[in-house]
């Protein structure tokens, strides 16, 4: 199996992004242990196509995917976070306009310090 990504998917993946950054997954909040799972449960998703699934731990569940068709090939390993700081006062969120070239324009939680962005793009 080989990717071909698109960049005519564009929308899709911004729609997707989008999705994933809206889930506060904020793993310093034992409140926040249902989101958590939620977010764990995306990331797992979208590595469908490498047997995504999530694995339980003592703490917080990790998300393990593998794809081991390829003999003879490198191996490469993705490390990357789905949880996110705490927000800070949610009173003073602010959400943004991103305009994209293509004339869309898509909100994303501003205040949210994340990594998510890069861990949904390897």
Same mark, same amino acid.
């Given at each position: 199996m080989? *990717?071909?990504p698109s960049f005519d998917e564009g929308p899709r993946y911004l729609r997707e992004l989008t999705e994933f950054l809206s889930i506060p997954s904020v793993s *310093?909040? %034992?409140a926040r242990k249902p989101e958590m799972r939620q977010a764990a &449960?995306? !990331?797992a998703a979208q590595l469908a196509f490498a047997n995504g699934r999530v694995v339980e731990t003592a703490g917080h569940p990790v998300v393990l995917g593998e794809w081991l068709e390829a003999p003879g090939v490198p191996t490469i390993l993705v490390y990357g976070h789905y949880d !996110?700081? %705490?927000p800070g006062d949610e009173a &003073?969120? #602010?959400r #943004? #306009?991103?305009r994209r070239a293509s004339g869309t324009v898509a909100s994303t939680p501003a205040a949210r %310090?994340?990594?998510?962005? #890069?861990c949904s793009s390897h």
């Open positions: 080989v *990717a071909t *310093a909040d %034992p &449960e995306w !990331v !996110v700081q %705490p &003073e969120w #602010r #943004r #306009r991103s %310090p994340t990594t998510r962005g #890069r």
